[in-house]
């Protein structure tokens, strides 16, 4: 099946050798997106709360891209520089989705690109 490479300037361009996301058929997958301002290319200041709304809005712009929403999303994986602001992510992705929630996995790591407290991925399922 032949895989498609989405791109879009709505989103921050990738900061490494990957696309922003690939589709293969109607199952797109979303490169992980950081809280990078797409027009600025900078970290976008603030709590976690706009650390999380913006990587959900990097997301967002992605998947509509590839013609889709975030609304499809099967899967988002987070992760947490701090376990701590995972209430916080919590109240972020609760406002940016609606349910059914798509399955989720949330990892703590040491560290993340740039700086940044959270970072998400998603895979995504056309209608």
């Known amino acids: 099946m032949p895989r498609s490479i989405i791109h879009t300037t709505e989103a921050p361009a990738a900061i490494g050798p990957y696309a922003q996301a690939v ?5 797109v997958y ?14 976008v200041e603030g709590d976690i ?3 999380a709304r913006q990587v959900f809005a990097n997301l ?18 987070i992760f947490l520089a701090d376990l701590a602001d995972f ?27 740039r700086g940044a407290r959270v970072e998400a991925d998603a895979i995504l399922v056309l209608d």
């Open 87 to 113: 209430a916080a992510v919590n109240q972020v992705m609760e406002a940016a989705l609606h349910p059914p929630y798509p399955a989720r996995a949330t990892v703590g790591v040491a560290a993340l690109p």
């Open 60 to 77: 967002e712009a992605v998947a509509r891209a590839a013609g889709g929403s975030l609304q499809q999303a099967v899967r988002i994986g």
């Open 49 to 51: 709360g706009a650390q």
């Open 23 to 27: 589709r293969v058929g109607e199952t």
């Open 30 to 43: 979303l490169s992980g997106q950081i809280p990078l301002d797409p027009h600025s290319g900078q970290m």
